[in-house]
Each structure stands twice: as structure tokens, then as C-alpha cells.
Nanobody, 122 residues
Framework: QLQASGGGLVQAGGSLRLSCTAS????????MGWFRQTPEKGREYVGV???????YYADSVRGRFTVSKDNAKKTVYLHMNRVKAEDTSVYYC??????????????????WGQGTLVTVSS
């Protein structure tokens, strides 16, 4: 089970941190990814922190967002900086034990959190 939190209203140019805590799985064995979804764009990949420590980001957030994974706390974070109006979305965390090369693909994720809404005001 994955429990996401931290969403809310933030001004454009500001920062926000999302958290996602896992239970019932061996957290260190999983890649932990973040995705977002809107009715207009559908589901988008945001970024992933891999089980071996690597990270990988979508072009749209690279340099602004950071994913970090704390195995001791079984928690993954999404640090959102310099947010833009187009970052407004419902954000989901997810867990996968797929190969690293497919860790950006949502269909390779086994567990999903419930989503947390981020609204960026301009």
C-alpha cells in the first residue's frame, strides 16, 4: 500500500514537497516513481528513484523536480521547485520492480498510491 500526501495550492515559482510512504512491500527492492494525470493530458511520467540509487526525469521537469528515496523510512519524496501553471495535476506515486530501462512506463508499475492534487496559481 502506498499513501501519498503533501499536495495543495502553491504559487507559480514556488516550491512544494510530496511524500509517499509504503507499507506491505520490501521498499528497497522497488523503483519508486511519480506520475501525474489531468483529463486533458492523461497520465504523464514525472520521475523515478531507482532501487540502486539512480534517478531519471521527464524533460518537462528536469532541473526543477527531484525524486529522493529514503529506504529506512520507506518513503519517496517529490521535491517540486520553480513550479509552473502546467504542473497543476493529480500526482501519484507508484512502485515497480521492472528493469531500469522501463521504469518510466506506468504499465510496468505494480502498486499505486491514491493521488494528491497540486494546484499552481499564476
Amino acid at each position: 500500500q502506498l499513501q501519498a500526501s503533501g499536495g495543495g495550492l502553491v504559487q507559480a515559482g514556488g516550491s512544494l514537497r510530496l511524500s509517499c510512504t509504503a507499507s506491505g512491500l520490501t521498499f528497497r527492492n522497488y523503483h519508486m516513481g511519480w506520475f501525474r494525470q489531468t483529463p486533458e493530458k492523461g497520465r504523464e511520467y514525472v520521475g523515478v528513484a531507482g532501487r540502486s540509487g539512480g534517478t531519471y526525469y521527464a524533460d518537462s521537469v528536469r532541473g526543477r523536480f527531484t525524486v529522493s528515496k529514503d529506504n529506512a523510512k520507506k518513503t519517496v519524496y517529490l521535491h517540486m521547485n520553480r513550479v509552473k501553471a502546467e504542473d497543476t495535476s493529480v500526482y501519484y506515486c507508484a512502485a515497480s520492480n521492472t528493469a531500469w530501462g522501463t521504469a518510466h512506463l506506468g504499465e510496468h508499475y505494480d502498486y499505486w498510491g491514491q493521488g494528491t492534487l497540486v494546484t499552481v496559481s499564476s
